[in-house]
Nanobody
Framework: QVQLVESGGGLVQAGGSLRLSCAAS????????MGWFRQAPGKEREFVAA????????YYADSVKGRFTISRDNAKNMVYLQMNSLKPEDTAVYYC???????????????WGQGTQVTVSS
């Protein structure tokens, strides 16, 4: 399994931006599909975005489409989530996740980070 560590969370005003980063261990990072999920207090964890192992395909939840962008740098073992036009309802703990190259939209992810808190004030 790959080890994942998120960073970049914080407090931001509505309309602002944040970039989350996820550092992955292991020499096979480039073979993993990567995803971002979030969990707000009292709610279930929900899918935010995913990117294929090559970066050639990206997927977004409808709630973030047009505002968030997922990207990856396989040379640095990093995946990013650029979040623009943030809303109070984006407040949540954001988790990075990884799964093998056979991942497809809707499938589970097997490796998870510890999460980073994002708080958007109104």
């Amino acid at each position: 399994q790959v080890q994942l560590v998120e960073s970049g969370g914080g407090l931001v005003q509505a309309g602002g931006s944040l970039r989350l980063s996820c550092a992955a261990s292991g020499r096979t990072f480039s073979s993993y599909a990567m995803g971002w999920f979030r969990q707000a207090p009292g709610k279930e964890r929900e899918f935010v975005a995913a990117i294929s192992w090559s970066g050639g395909s990206t997927y977004y939840a409808d709630s973030v489409k047009g505002r968030f962008t997922i990207s990856r740098d396989n040379a640095k073992n990093m995946v990013y989530l650029q979040m623009n036009s943030l809303k109070p309802e984006d407040t949540a703990v954001y988790y990075c996740a990884a799964e093998g190259s056979s991942w497809y939209p809707g499938a589970d992810f097997g490796s998870w980070g510890q999460g980073t808190q994002v708080t958007v004030s109104s």
